[in-house]
């Protein structure tokens, strides 16, 4: 199985900050890679897949980027709705495999 | 729109199976392009795919699952299942169902889940 390993696993930032996400595979997966936003009680929401691509009505202030092993989820200027959980996933392999999350709070 | 939704008992003793439906509206499972799959949350903790199916009833499992997972698909009803055998405490999660593009597969609508309790 590839195991997907994102850093921090949890963050603190205000509203305004440029928030970084990384999410490392431990193998290649090219750019089969694709983020999510968790908020409690709510199922995830897509918001960037094949690496860099953002997903249809997502803002454009999250931007993905990467290739390979090393990828980063970039939220340009945080907004109170951004406050949430996010996760990776990696789509080069089954078994499909999610990182284990990284939770953005408020400061 | 597409939208999934969930359906099944929430409640499943120890050692039953546990049967799950998702209903898809919106679109057609046997349009193609898409692999229709099974995702579970384990209370606090992070996702874990469970498998998928393709229209054709091609399936893939996660082989930590594979023996106890059954996904099936009834394109007459536009749904699609999931069965889990001898199920355990360590069952017990948040089950969603959700539509994989097959290229990327990227998971592009989710259902809302529906939380699955195993206990006696």
């Known amino acids: 199985d590839i195991q997907m390993t994102q850093s921090p696993s949890s963050l603190s930032a205000s509203v305004g900050d440029r928030v970084t996400i990384t999410c490392r595979a431990s193998?290649?997966?090219?750019?089969?890679l694709n983020w999510y936003q968790q908020k409690p009680g709510k199922a995830p929401k897509l918001l960037i897949y094949?690496?860099?691509s953002l997903q249809s009505g997502v803002p454009s202030r999250f931007s993905g980027s990467g290739s390979g092993t090393d990828f980063t989820l970039t939220i340009s200027s945080l907004q109170p709705e951004d406050f949430a959980t996010y996760y990776c996933q990696q789509s080069y392999s089954t078994p499909v495999t999610f990182g284990q999350g990284t939770r953005l709070e408020i400061k | 729109q597409v939208q999934l939704q969930e359906s099944g008992p929430g409640l499943v003793k120890p050692s039953q199976t546990l049967s799950l439906t998702c209903t898809v509206s919106?679109?057609?499972?046997?349009?193609?392009?898409?692999?229709w799959s099974w995702i579970r949350q384990h209370p606090g903790k992070g996702l874990e795919w469970i498998g998928y199916?393709?229209?054709?009833?091609?399936?893939y499992y996660n082989p930590s699952l594979k023996s106890r997972v059954t996904i099936s698909v009834d394109t007459s009803k536009n749904q699609f299942s999931l069965k889990l055998s001898s199920v355990t405490a360590a069952d017990t999660a948040v089950y969603y169902c959700?539509?994989?593009?097959?290229?990327?597969?990227?998971?592009?609508?989710w259902g809302q889940g529906t939380l699955v309790t195993v206990s006696s």
């Open positions: 959700a539509r994989g593009e097959v290229v990327t597969v990227d998971f592009d609508y």
């Open positions: 919106g679109g057609s499972i046997s349009s193609g392009g898409y692999y």
């Open positions: 193998q290649s997966i090219s750019s089969y």
């Open positions: 094949a690496a860099s």
């Open positions: 199916i393709y229209y054709s009833g091609s399936t």
